[in-house]
């Protein structure tokens, strides 16, 4: 068997049945968080937290950690000291977070990962290990890219995409993975190992090509440099590498052609140069250098302790120069982390960056063993492209990208921990037993703590989506009781504003107890997270409701000054509540602001804003007929159907004037 199928041989050397257990455990989980769609998915969430406790449980649980080194300025130059710094302190934020649930949900997402690469330290202690991790990396690449051919050829969406939730994302794991790949076939000596790494290599580089990630190229730029630099006359002496170009060309070539010719529209494939235009080059940069002037503003805003973790999407808008889209991040994870936790929080973020940086650069140059050595450039390469790539893009608010980050930074410092024997001094260590129980004690602590939150946001998850269920099938007796128990898991203000506005739309399904006990819920909401926009929302619509627009007047104008500019149903409800209450001039004032924001013509991402658009001019119609302005009440209406053809109230509201005239 070991002669007819060596690659199998190789993959699989003889490591214990414990440590095979292990390591498919890390397979299994880069390979299940690459399934999901969403980046905050609550199931990525819950996974990602369970997976970090078993990591902790099966490999730190008994662990000495070495304690023999501490002097302070061994502290100092530490870059565990800077990682564990940024943990504290994004903790300590969610005091003075803006959304402080919000915040505390993100913290334990990034103690898992914190978790995963402390795991990985001390789990890939031996070359065996690495390899083994070597094969299954790679192979989770491959399978994303094959994936996302599959779906790109059948036009799911106009880029490469995957099981990812998107371009960004996918481009993300291809440029960790790519020069790991393609080390290991420049290196490769046996024709099979050449040819399964100069595949997987080909079927990634094709993958990132058809992303049109302007971000993800630019960050392979100073790898790729390297790369070339550092093995040029390897690639240059062999001819494969001509042909591995042109491989790559005409697949780029062959996928795009294919996708257009089977939909007759070949003239698209001639003219794919337009996806990549110069134009959509400039619109791009004008997006991400406005999302990074409000992250700097923001940041000098609060510069002690920031906004709070996760919480950019919340305040951006009162920062944002154009509403051509609202972002939930910064595009740019360190200038986020100024913004979200202070210069204290981003400082320990870039430190402990730069600090890693410099001991895998030592670990790099210490080793021997040219294929090794080979294998660890090609894995640092990675992480230096993902690095770069968090300074234009959001790839690192994926789960997959995120973990794979720390473990190809966990599988280099484990490595360099070999190098030094400090494993073995670790074990050996009994001069401080006490420090590195606690230690240990610590890690599982909080191993335990992440665990009991990942099985409250499963739990949660799972009754979330059973009431969204219930909901369409029209089963909305059954979806409040679910989300309520949802609610005791998982009491997400988001989910919650999804289940007030499910209540609020058939309010008369509730008893008057449960609609007393839903106004009492938002307005200790209100007055528990001022900051937020959700709640007043959901209390001045559930004042709508109940024909009580006096009252609705008060949340809704709070509503709109937390959020100013991409929810047009916040102005509605305002405009429609001072109309019912007679105040037409302020209603009309309200609404005339918001359409001053988005003037006719703009280029918004958000899918529903025509309609909203459409609703708002409509009601300005309305206003403008009441008081007898037949003139601008038509104009208004007009305006309605320039958003929408055929806009039902508008055309209505036409009529009306023509038999008033």
Same mark, same amino acid.
């Given at each position: 068997?070991?002669?007819?199928?060596?690659?199998?041989?190789?993959?699989?050397?003889?490591?214990?049945?414990?440590?095979?257990?292990?390591?498919?455990?890390?397979?299994?989980?880069?390979?299940?968080?690459?399934?999901?769609?969403?980046?905050?998915?609550?199931?990525?969430?819950?996974?990602?937290?369970?997976?970090?406790?078993?990591?902790?449980?099966?490999? *730190?649980?008994?662990?000495?950690?070495?304690?023999?080194?501490?002097?302070?300025?061994?502290?100092?130059?530490? $870059?565990?000291?800077?990682?564990?710094?940024?943990?504290?302190?994004?903790?300590?934020?969610?005091?003075?977070?803006?959304?402080?649930?919000? /915040?505390?949900?993100?913290?334990? *997402?990034?103690?898992? @990962?914190?978790?995963?690469?402390? /795991?990985?330290?001390?789990?890939?202690?031996?070359?065996?290990?690495? &390899?083994?991790?070597?094969?299954?990396?790679?192979?989770?690449?491959?399978?994303?890219?094959?994936?996302?051919?599959?779906?790109?050829?059948?036009?799911?969406?106009?880029?490469?995409?995957?099981?990812?939730?998107?371009?960004?994302?996918?481009?993300?794991?291809?440029?960790?993975?790519? $020069?790991?790949?393609?080390?290991?076939?420049?290196?490769?000596?046996?024709?099979?190992?050449?040819?399964?790494?100069?595949?997987?290599?080909?079927?990634?580089?094709? #993958?990132?090509?058809?992303?049109?990630?302007?971000?993800?190229?630019?960050?392979?730029?100073?790898?790729?440099?390297?790369?070339?630099?550092?093995?040029?006359?390897?690639?240059?002496?062999?001819?494969?590498?001509?042909?591995?170009?042109?491989?790559? +060309?005409?697949?780029?070539?062959?996928?795009?052609?294919?996708?257009?010719?089977?939909?007759?529209?070949?003239?698209?494939?001639?003219?794919?140069?337009?996806? +990549?235009?110069?134009?959509?080059?400039?619109?791009?940069? /004008?997006? !991400?250098?406005?999302?990074?002037? /409000?992250?700097?503003?923001?940041?000098?805003?609060?510069?002690?302790?920031?906004?709070?973790?996760?919480?950019?999407?919340?305040?951006?808008?009162? @920062?944002?120069?154009?509403?051509?889209?609202?972002?939930?991040?910064?595009?740019?994870?360190?200038?986020?982390?100024?913004?979200?936790?202070?210069?204290?929080?981003?400082?320990?973020?870039?430190?402990? %960056?730069?600090?890693?940086?410099?001991?895998?650069?030592?670990?790099?140059?210490?080793?021997?063993?040219?294929?090794?050595?080979? %294998?660890?450039?090609?894995?640092?390469?990675?992480?230096?492209?993902?690095?770069?790539?968090?300074?234009?893009?959001?790839?690192?608010?994926?789960?997959?990208?995120?973990?794979?980050?720390?473990?190809?930074?966990?599988?280099?410092?484990?490595?360099?921990?070999?190098?030094? #024997?400090?494993?073995?001094?670790?074990?050996?260590?009994?001069?401080?037993?006490?420090?590195?129980?606690?230690?240990?004690?610590?890690?599982? +602590?909080?191993?335990?703590?992440? =665990?009991?939150?990942?099985?409250?946001?499963?739990?949660?998850?799972?009754?979330?989506?059973?009431?969204?269920?219930?909901?369409?099938? #029209? &089963?909305?007796?059954?979806?409040?009781?679910? @989300?309520?128990?949802?609610?005791?898991?998982?009491?997400?203000?988001?989910?919650?504003?999804?289940?007030?506005?499910?209540?609020?739309?058939? =309010?008369?399904?509730?008893?008057?107890?449960?609609?007393?006990?839903?106004?009492? !819920?938002?307005?200790?909401?209100?007055?528990?997270?001022? &900051?937020?926009?959700?709640?007043?929302?959901?209390?001045?619509?559930?004042? +709508?409701?109940?024909?009580?627009?006096? !009252?609705?007047?008060?949340?809704?104008?709070?509503?709109?000054?937390?959020?100013? =500019?991409?929810?047009?149903?916040?102005?509605?409800?305002?405009?429609?509540?001072?109309?019912?209450?007679?105040?037409?001039?302020?209603?009309?004032?309200?609404?005339?602001?918001?359409?001053?924001?988005?003037?006719?013509?703009?280029?918004?991402?958000?899918?529903?804003?025509?309609?909203?658009?459409?609703?708002?001019?409509?009601?300005?119609?309305?206003?403008?007929?009441?008081?007898?302005?037949?003139? !601008?009440?038509?104009?208004?209406?007009?305006?309605?159907?320039?958003?929408?053809?055929?806009?039902?109230?508008?055309?209505?509201?036409?009529?009306?004037?023509?038999?008033?005239?």
């Amino acid at each position: 068997m070991v002669k007819r199928f060596p690659v199998m041989n190789h993959i699989m050397p003889a490591v214990s049945g414990r440590d095979r257990i292990i390591m498919v455990l890390f397979m299994a989980l880069l390979t299940v968080t690459s399934f999901f769609s969403a980046e905050w998915s609550k199931w990525v969430h819950a996974i990602v937290l369970i997976f970090s406790f078993l990591f902790a449980f099966l490999i *730190l649980r008994g662990h000495r950690f070495n304690t023999a080194s501490t002097r302070w300025r061994s502290v100092v130059s530490h $870059p565990h000291t800077y990682m564990i710094g940024w943990l504290v302190i994004g903790l300590a934020g969610v005091f003075f977070s803006v959304h402080w649930y919000g /915040s505390l949900s993100y913290w334990f *997402l990034l103690a898992a @990962y914190i978790l995963i690469y402390f /795991s990985a330290i001390h789990f890939f202690r031996t070359w065996r290990h690495i &390899e083994l991790f070597n094969w299954g990396v790679i192979g989770v690449g491959v399978l994303g890219a094959l994936a996302g051919f599959v779906m790109f050829l059948n036009q799911s969406s106009p880029r490469l995409s995957g099981f990812l939730f998107n371009a960004n994302a996918i481009s993300g794991v291809f440029i960790l993975l790519i $020069p790991l790949a393609c080390i290991q076939w420049i290196q490769a000596e046996r024709k099979l190992y050449k040819t399964i790494w100069g595949l997987s290599a080909l079927t990634m580089i094709v #993958g990132l090509a058809l992303t049109y990630s302007y971000t993800a190229w630019v960050s392979s730029i100073i790898p790729l440099y390297i790369l070339l630099r550092r093995f040029h006359r390897q690639i240059f002496s062999r001819t494969t590498v001509v042909i591995m170009l042109l491989c790559a +060309i005409l697949g780029v070539g062959g996928l795009i052609g294919f996708r257009y010719a089977q939909h007759k529209d070949l003239g698209r494939a001639i003219k794919i140069y337009e996806t +990549i235009s110069y134009s959509d080059f400039i619109s791009s940069f /004008s997006q !991400r250098w406005n999302f990074l002037v /409000s992250a700097i503003h923001m940041a000098i805003d609060h510069p002690i302790i920031g906004t709070g973790l996760n919480t950019y999407q919340d305040m951006y808008a009162r @920062y944002a120069e154009t509403v051509n889209e609202q972002p939930r991040y910064a595009h740019n994870y360190y200038m986020q982390a100024f913004a979200e936790l202070g210069v204290f929080g981003g400082a320990a973020l870039v430190a402990f %960056i730069i600090l890693v940086g410099r001991r895998i650069i030592v670990v790099i140059r210490r080793e021997t063993d040219e294929h090794r050595r080979g %294998i660890l450039i090609g894995a640092a390469l990675g992480a230096l492209a993902s690095a770069t790539h968090a300074a234009f893009d959001f790839g690192w608010h994926f789960a997959l990208v995120f973990i794979l980050f720390w473990l190809m930074l966990g599988v280099l410092m484990a490595w360099g921990r070999q190098q030094t #024997g400090e494993l073995a001094s670790a074990e050996a260590d009994s001069d401080r037993p006490w420090i590195s129980k606690m230690i240990s004690a610590g890690v599982l +602590i909080t191993a335990i703590v992440v =665990l009991f939150r990942g099985l409250t946001v499963f739990m949660g998850a799972y009754l979330f989506d059973m009431a969204e269920r219930q909901a369409q099938r #029209g &089963e909305f007796e059954s979806a409040f009781a679910s @989300y309520e128990q949802g609610q005791r898991f998982d009491p997400d203000l988001v989910v919650y504003t999804q289940y007030a506005g499910l209540a609020i739309t058939n =309010l008369s399904l509730l008893t008057a107890d449960q609609r007393a006990a839903l106004e009492q !819920r938002l307005l200790t909401l209100t007055q528990r997270q001022p &900051e937020q926009y959700r709640p007043f929302w959901m209390l001045g619509r559930l004042y +709508i409701a109940q024909d009580q627009y006096e !009252r609705a007047i008060v949340p809704l104008t709070r509503a709109t000054e937390l959020n100013p =500019l991409f929810l047009p149903d916040i102005f509605y409800d305002l405009g429609f509540a001072l109309y019912s209450q007679e105040r037409y001039d302020e209603a009309a004032q309200v609404i005339r602001e918001y359409l001053d924001v988005y003037y006719p013509g703009i280029r918004v991402r958000n899918p529903n804003l025509p309609t909203q658009l459409a609703a708002l001019n409509y009601l300005l119609g309305e206003i403008m007929k009441t008081q007898r302005n037949t003139a !601008r009440a038509e104009y208004y209406y007009l305006q309605s159907l320039q958003y929408v053809d055929q806009f039902g109230p508008a055309i209505t509201g036409l009529q009306s004037l023509s038999e008033m005239q």
